[in-house]
Nanobody
Framework: QVQVVESGGGLVQAGGSLRLSCAAS????????MGWFRQAPGKEREFVAR????????YYSDSVRGRFTISRDNAESTVSLQMINLNPEDTAVYYC??????????WGQGTQVTVSS
């Protein structure tokens, strides 16, 4: 089992920045990737970004590419999501996940990000 805990959400004005963190614990020795999804009110959960553990390859959704940066700390099994130039459409609950396969296998509880206009 892998436990996933997010932190760092909050309220920010449009154009501002936030940094989310996510820590994985437990059986993390065989992680394939970690990443983030988000879910806005009334919408389906959507992919945001991920980073693979073997070579740090990163992937982003079109809506965040160029504004969000995912990074990792191997020693601590943590990932961070640096978000800049936020806009109200980024308002959502952000969920971190850990995957031992190419799919998310373990999820955090989510952290709220609210961007005011």
């Amino acid at each position: 089992q892998v436990q996933v805990v997010e932190s760092g959400g909050g309220l920010v004005q449009a154009g501002g920045s936030l940094r989310l963190s996510c820590a994985a614990s437990g059986r993390t020795f065989n992680l394939y990737a970690m990443g983030w999804f988000r879910q806005a009110p009334g919408k389906e959960r959507e992919f945001v970004a991920r980073i693979t553990w073997s070579d740090s390859t990163t992937y982003y959704s079109d809506s965040v590419r160029g504004r969000f940066t995912i990074s990792r700390d191997n020693a601590e099994s943590t990932v961070s999501l640096q978000m800049i130039n936020l806009n109200p459409e980024d308002t959502a609950v952000y969920y971190c996940y850990a995957g031992i396969t190419s799919r998310p296998n373990y999820w955090g509880q989510g952290t709220q990000v609210t961007v005011s206009s």
